[in-house]
Every structure is written in structure tokens, then in C-alpha cells.
């Protein structure tokens, strides 16, 4: 982000340093740094996973059947709910009306460690594709093509936690309709475990920021996640994947 | 014995209450039900046989049996034999009013009054939490349930629980939406009476754009004042109405 400057750090003057003096990162830039290799990992994972989800849907002959897409996508699910102090909390694959049937949707998607196959009552209804479409995490990269962070939010129809979902969407042709999206569901509470570290060597304010100013997590007692949040000036913000902001010093609204 | 004065006793009996085996087989149930019940699975629909069914949810096929046999006898499936045999969605499935008068008949006025109490506390948690927290899109979202006078009697019913559930959603509080979904489960279809009287429906309209006038206000007091007039207006229509059986 362009705003990124070097006045963040807990011993850093208020003084614009010189562009000479911004080369050596200081330790607030050093954490800024390691909370994004994190969040940015998961997305480069997704975009990755979407792409080889796309290829091999292409591959299929004949009529998509959801016994494939569940052959297809639960390996990756179990692979990654399964990775030793991994973010998934759960991940899969849903379909975009016209993969399988007009329509007609099909997730493919597991939670927790022992792979919970959820909503799979929905996969035998006639329109289930009236059930996504409206949802943020569905609807959002289907209509743009992009990627797309939901969240934080309750997630009632998997986990029923607090939770971020990051989806991509999966093309089978280049310049082809969407096919559908691949998704992980990544807790709030997992996201804490690992941004505190980072957070708290900022600073005492030092929070993790979504698009809409909201927190994510906060080193500060007075916010929590969810809550929305101004800068404290003066502010530094630091990029965090490709929609978050870790900000040195935020206060509650 | 464990009778100490402070009651710790108490929490170590609930500790050791024998787990319900039908856990499973009612949690699959109610999973159809609600399926039906929000327009997933719709009358005269085919449902997958046992084996499907065990597979998709996770559960073992003597569950998946024993979940089909007890819809069956609730008349949620009807079952048919022969080549083009199998499970479907019954017709008529969807609440209907003698089904909600029923369930109202076997609650006492004791019960009914002590579960709007746990409602209304933890909905007025929500909505004092949801003031503070809400954006412009929760908003907008949230006013997308308030139905209009001309909804027939089942979409008002989704629609308010639904109103609810997005004050949970927007209070952000994962263990306070869990704990609603919970108390909604146990109100059951109940809430379908009072929705098919115009005047209940009038007065509901206008506490339920109050509520939302709150949370966009960030005002967590009038929130909560508005949430619990609309669970106490419930209530006091169904002890009327429960009353008459005397």
C-alpha cells in the first residue's frame, strides 16, 4: 500500500525519514513483513489449487457427476485441514450453476480435522444453487472473476465460528463462464495465534484491518474483532495479503 | 454426598446425565426438516436411499435408517415400494397451523414464559452488541427481512427468524448465534400463529424498522428496548392463545 511508511515502529521518531534510510527495514516492517509471507501464502495456495481444480475439470470427459468433483477436491481439502499448524479450517470446492446441471450447485466441502462433509443435503436438492448465490464468498468471485476475502463473519452454514473465507474462482476455459469457486475457511481465532506474535511487536495498538476498517485482530484490550476501527495518527499501514492492513496504532470507533 | 452449599454438586450431576444415544438420529431429522422447511428439499421430491444419505452426512446407515423410519412416522417422508420406489418429501409437509397449536397445547404457560425469558436475553444481547458493530451493508441486509404485510403466514415465520439470526450475524458473536439457532430450534414451529393475524403482523412490521433504525443508529439501548418488545408482543399472543385451550 502506498502509505506504508517507517514512522511505525515502537521507537521510531515522528520525523519522514530520507529515502537512503528506508532501505534497511526496521522491526516493525520485519513483522508487517512475516504476518504478510502468512496471509499472502494462503491466497498464492488458493490461486494455485483454483488453477489445478480448472485443468482438471477441463480434463473430464463427458458429464461432471459430483462423484468426481468429490475424488477431485477432498484430497486437497484433507491435505490441507491435516497440515500441522495450518489456517484451514475448512476448504472445498462449489459449483457454479451450468457444471453440473442448471441450477443446480454442488459443494464439495469438508470441515475439521476428522473432514465433516458439509451441507451435503443441499447437493440433492433441485436448486441448490439458490442457496449460494447470494453469498458473499460465492457471489463476489463469480460476478468479478477475482479473488475475494469474506469477512470477518459468523459463519452459519459451515463451522458456525467466526471466521474469514477466501475464495478464487475456477475457470476451465480462459475466457470461459466461472465453473465455480475453491475456498478455505480460515478462523478468526487461528488468524490471532499467529498475528499476535507480529502484532504486539509493533506495538500496543498494532491491529489487523480488513477493506471495511474493521479489526480482525487487535493488540489492544479495548478491540475486538469485529469491531470498527479509526488510525490513531500518526499511523503507519502496512499491506497484509492482497485486502488486508495492519495498522501501528488504531483506536475503537 | 457432594451437596456442598455453593451447589457444585449440581454441575457434577449434569456431568455424569447419560448422553442420548438418539443424538444422531434426531440431528439428522432435523437437519430434513429444516431443509424442508426453508424450501431446499420440496414435496414430492426423492430422497437419496440410506446409503447416500449415511455418506453425505457422515453418520453410520444404521443412523441413516433409523432417521428415514422416524420421519416416516412424523409423516415427513412418505415411502414407496417397487421399481420406481423409494423416499420422497411428503405432501402438506410444511408447518402447518395444526401442527403449531398441537406443540403450543403440550407446553405449559410456565415454559413458554421461561424460554421468551432465555430468548429475549440473548437476542437483546445480540442487538446491544450489534449497535456497536454495524455497517452501512449490515443495514441493508438486515432490512431485506423485514417482510411485507402480504407475505403469506410461513414466509413471515422465516423471514423473523431470519431477522433475528442476521442480528446475530452482524453482533459478530459466534456463541451468541449458536445459542439462538439453539432457541429457535426449541420454539419450533410455535412462531407460525401469531404470524397469521394481520394485526400481529402490523404491529411487528413496525417494531422490527425500529430495531433496525437502532442498530444503524448505533443506539445498543433502544436496540435492545425494540428486540425485546418484538419477543415479548410473541409471547404474550401465544399465552392468549394458549389460554383458550382452558
Redesign the interface.
Known amino acids: 500500500m502506498s502509505d506504508t511508511t517507517s514512522t511505525a515502529g515502537p521507537s521510531a521518531g515522528q520525523a519522514e525519514p530520507g529515502p537512503a534510510e528506508r532501505a534497511e527495514p526496521g522491526p516493525a516492517e520485519l513483522a508487517a513483513a512475516e504476518l504478510d509471507a502468512t496471509i499472502a501464502g494462503i491466497e498464492h495456495h488458493l490461486a494455485a489449487w483454483a488453477a489445478d481444480t480448472g485443468a482438471a475439470l477441463a480434463a473430464m470427459s463427458g458429464k461432471v457427476t459430483g462423484t468426481a468433483v468429490d475424488k477431485l477436491i477432498r484430497p486437497m481439502v484433507e491435505e490441507l485441514v491435516q497440515l500441522p499448524g495450518g489456517y484451514a479450517a475448512g476448504a472445498g470446492f462449489i459449483a457454479n450453476a451450468g457444471l453440473l446441471g442448471p441450477e443446480r450447485s454442488y459443494i464439495a466441502w469438508w470441515q475439521g480435522p476428522d473432514l ?2 458439509v451441507d ?9 444453487i439458490s ?1 449460494y448465490v447470494k453469498a458473499e464468498w460465492f457471489r463476489i468471485p463469480v460476478e468479478t472473476g477475482r479473488a475475494h476475502v469474506t469477512g ?3 459463519d ?1 452454514l459451515c463451522t ?3 471466521v474469514l473465507t477466501f475464495t478464487h474462482p475456477v475457470f476451465t476455459r480462459p475466457d470461459g463462464p466461472v465453473a465455480g469457486i475453491v475456498g478455505i475457511d480460515v478462523t478468526v481465532q487461528r488468524v490471532e495465534r499467529g498475528a499476535m506474535p507480529a502484532l504486539r511487536r509493533i506495538g500496543g495498538r498494532a491491529t489487523l484491518a480488513n477493506p ?1 476498517g ?1 479489526a480482525v485482530v487487535s493488540a489492544a484490550p479495548d478491540i475486538d ?4 476501527i479509526s488510525p490513531a495518527e500518526p499511523c503507519a499501514h502496512y499491506p497484509v495479503g492482497r485486502t488486508f492492513t495492519l495498522w501501528s496504532d488504531a483506536t475503537g470507533l | 454426598m457432594l451437596l456442598s452449599p455453593n451447589g457444585a454438586s449440581r454441575s457434577l450431576a449434569a456431568v455424569f446425565t447419560p448422553i442420548k444415544s438418539r443424538g444422531l438420529v434426531d440431528e439428522v431429522c432435523g ?2 426438516e429444516q ?1 424442508v422447511e426453508t ?4 414435496s414430492g ?1 426423492r ?2 436411499n440410506e446409503t447416500e444419505l449415511a455418506a ?3 453418520v453410520s446407515a444404521v443412523t441413516a435408517r433409523e432417521a428415514l423410519s422416524q420421519l416416516r412416522a412424523s409423516g415427513i417422508i412418505r415411502t414407496a415400494r417397487g421399481r420406481s420406489g423409494g423416499s420422497f418429501i411428503a405432501d402438506n409437509v410444511l408447518p402447518s397451523r395444526e401442527r403449531a397449536l398441537a406443540q403450543l397445547h403440550e407446553l405449559s404457560r410456565l415454559q413458554i414464559r421461561d424460554l421468551a425469558l432465555h430468548y429475549q436475553a440473548i437476542a437483546a444481547a445480540c442487538a446491544g452488541v450489534a449497535a ?2 454495524s ?1 452501512a451493508a449490515d443495514i441493508a441486509t438486515l432490512r431485506s427481512f423485514i417482510p411485507s404485510a402480504d407475505d403469506d403466514s410461513l414466509s413471515w415465520r422465516l423471514a423473523l427468524s431470519e431477522f433475528l ?1 442476521e442480528v ?2 452482524i453482533a ?3 456463541r451468541l ?2 445459542e439462538l ?1 439453539r432457541l429457535q430450534a426449541d420454539l419450533g414451529t410455535l412462531t407460525l400463529l401469531p404470524c397469521a393475524d394481520a394485526g400481529y403482523r402490523g404491529r411487528t412490521t413496525v417494531i422490527l424498522e425500529d430495531v433496525a433504525a437502532a442498530i444503524e443508529a448505533h443506539d445498543p439501548g433502544a436496540a435492545e428496548t425494540g428486540i425485546k418488545a418484538h419477543i415479548s408482543a410473541t409471547t404474550d399472543w401465544l399465552l392468549t392463545e394458549q389460554a383458550k385451550r382452558y
Not at chain 1, 120 to 128: D, E, I, T, V
Open positions: 465433516e462433509h451435503a443435503l443441499a447437493n440433492f436438492s433441485p436448486n441448490s442457496r470477518p463473519y459468523v452459519f458456525d465460528e467466526y471495511d474493521r474483532a469485529g469491531d470498527l | 437437519r430434513i431443509a424450501g431446499l428439499l420440496t421430491q430422497l437419496p453425505a452426512l457422515g456497536r458493530r455497517d439470526l446475530a450475524a459478530r458473536s459466534a448465534a449458536r439457532i
